[in-house]
């Protein structure tokens, strides 16, 4: 235990915040609105729910081939940064939201075993063979599950009592009230239909000193970057969604939802809102993605 404890404190400390905070600014909330964007169709809440839905049942099965394919193996990288960010520790609970096939709750896994073998390395008698460590994926589509729970038998880890698959909405999360040390969603959010309700939920369940993490594709701004990648994104993405996936429209849905996804300005002022501190959010690949940040304090 005293060891775990020290594991924290460090972990903790080395992951500190910044002290640069972002000011919240008003933001209307989505909860008001009764129609919303499923790419660049507006539809009914009701409605985008169950297209999602529909797309990510569609993708399944190619979801990881496809993307490998769409980042050019970028997302693995991606990824890697996002959990470098939240320094996982034995014995942290971890929610993973929209986790779909567990690439971000594998990774967050390996984190802790590694630092769990420095330790032991360290300190034998420090050895828990009753480890507290939990790492919830939660995703709402059970194809996307099942997939994921595949891999996690390939890769040795079904089974693990520190690795559980839930089935469940980001907007109604079953988890308690300041349950979790970590809360990460990665390409997730925008999908959600209320962006706002996900975000005070990942507020509600962590803990205090616990950290918010997103990765989703966001917005490039740099002349010249943007019209190429745009022309990827509308013009090669869908095609080759058709040719891999034999589901075109699919995937002209994700390049369009990444469109309509607020700017990274917007996007930090919506998780100040729901409670966060210390938000800040860094561009990769010139704003392809961002991954934002925040803290319950
Ligand atoms: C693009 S995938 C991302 C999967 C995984 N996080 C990754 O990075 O590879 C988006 C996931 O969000 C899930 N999703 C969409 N709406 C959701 C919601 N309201 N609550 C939970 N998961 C949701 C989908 O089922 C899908 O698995």
């Not at 989505?30 to 809440?45: D, K, P, W, Y």
């Not at 980042?71 to 929209?98: N, T």
């Amino acid at each position: 235990m005293a060891l775990r404890h020290t594991l924290r404190q460090f972990s903790r400390k080395s992951c500190m915040f910044s002290p640069r905070l972002l000011q919240a600014r008003n933001t209307s909330s989505s909860a008001e609105s009764h129609a919303t964007s499923f790419g660049f169709r507006q539809v009914s809440e009701e409605q985008k729910g169950k297209l999602v839905g529909e797309v990510f049942e569609s993708v399944a099965s190619k979801y990881d081939v496809m993307n490998d394919l769409m980042s050019l193996g970028l997302h693995r990288l991606w990824k890697d940064r996002l959990v470098s960010k939240l320094c996982p520790f034995p014995g942290m609970q971890h929610l993973d939201v929209a986790g779909g096939t567990g690439d971000v709750a594998f990774d967050v896994l390996e984190a802790i075993n590694r630092v769990e073998q420095r330790s032991l390395q360290v300190l034998p008698a420090e050895a828990d063979a009753e480890d507290e460590t939990r790492v919830y994926v939660c995703d709402i589509n059970p194809a996307m599950l099942e997939v994921g729970k595949q891999r996690a038998k390939k890769r040795g880890l079904a089974g693990l009592p520190s690795l559980q698959w839930v089935e469940g909405n980001a907007e109604h999360l079953d988890f308690k009230d300041e349950s979790m040390d970590g809360y990460t969603i990665a390409f997730g959010i925008r999908n959600v239909t209320h962006i706002d309700r996900a975000l005070k939920e990942a507020h509600r369940v962590l803990k205090k000193g616990g950290r918010f993490l997103c990765l989703e594709l966001s917005h490039v701004s740099m002349p010249g970057f943007k019209q190429i990648y745009d022309m990827y994104s509308f013009a090669v993405i869908p095609a080759v969604g058709q040719y891999v996936a034999g589901d075109r429209n699919s995937y002209q849905y994700l390049v369009e939802s990444a469109r309509k996804f607020p700017t990274q300005e917007r996007f930090a002022s919506m998780i100040a809102d729901a409670g966060f501190q210390d938000v800040q959010y860094e561009n990769l690949v010139g704003g392809v993605v961002a991954i934002h940040s925040g803290f319950k304090l």
